[in-house]
T-cell receptor, first 110, second 112 residues
């Protein structure tokens, strides 16, 4: 069965901390995505990557960066966490025919 | 800019009462339209991909259809376990990018 695995289901971090969210896929997909999901706002694209070391900004990249050193792993980095980054974070990987999601990370910044 | 609009935002049905969810989209060049189901606190679960106008896909009580401007997710004789948020997304192949753009979803509640 195909899998996208996010490193944590729940995280609580303090304001100003550097936060790493990890995502691993086992499907050899070229494309990987990071979204955040907030009530009433739907899924908003933060960054995506179409190849190793390649990345593109999505709709809301401010305050975030990403790293893709290996094809199977795509990391989202919050350089200095703020309370407005409290959200559900979803990672996905895709082929031309479908996209699969991880289980999500509920991040709370206090 | 790619846009996806889903309607209604929320829908309440009685068990067995069939209905449809709408997804209208604007893209430069449609590579694919995706439907997902999402349960509270979980990641979206893939349902269908549609590629061209006139295409239809079915899975149990769900049927997805596609025109040049919109897609419908038809739910026939729904059951309470069909309650979830249904998400629509489009993938645009303009410029070689395969960005996935999502609508805000339709929250479906099926009462027994």
């Amino acid at each position: 069965d195909v899998k996208v695995t996010q490193s944590s289901r729940y995280l609580v971090k303090r304001t100003g901390e550097k936060v790493f969210l990890e995502c691993v896929q086992d499907m050899d997909h070229e494309n990987m995505f990071w979204y955040r999901q907030d009530p009433g706002l739907g899924l908003r694209l933060i960054y995506f990557s179409y190849d190793v070391k390649m990345k593109e900004k999505g709709d809301i990249p401010e305050g975030y960066s990403v790293s893709r050193e290996k094809k199977e792993r795509f990391s989202l980095i919050l350089e200095s966490a703020s309370t407005n980054q409290t959200s559900m974070y979803l990672c996905a990987s895709s082929s031309p025919t479908r996209a699969f999601f991880g289980q999500g990370t509920r991040l709370t910044v206090v | 800019e790619d846009q996806v609009t889903q309607s209604p935002e929320a829908l309440r049905l009685q068990e067995g009462e069939s209905s449809s969810l709408n997804c209208s989209y604007t893209v430069s060049g449609l590579r694919g339209l995706f439907w997902y189901r999402q349960d509270p606190g979980k990641g979206p679960e893939f349902l269908f991909t549609l590629y061209s106008a006139g295409e239809e896909k079915e899975k149990e009580r769900l049927k997805a259809t596609l025109t040049k401007k919109e897609s419908f997710l038809h739910i026939t004789a729904p059951k309470p376990e069909d309650s979830a948020t249904y998400l629509c997304a489009v993938q645009d192949h303009q410029g070689g990018s395969e960005k996935l753009v999502f609508g805000k979803g339709t929250k479906l509640t099926v009462n027994p």
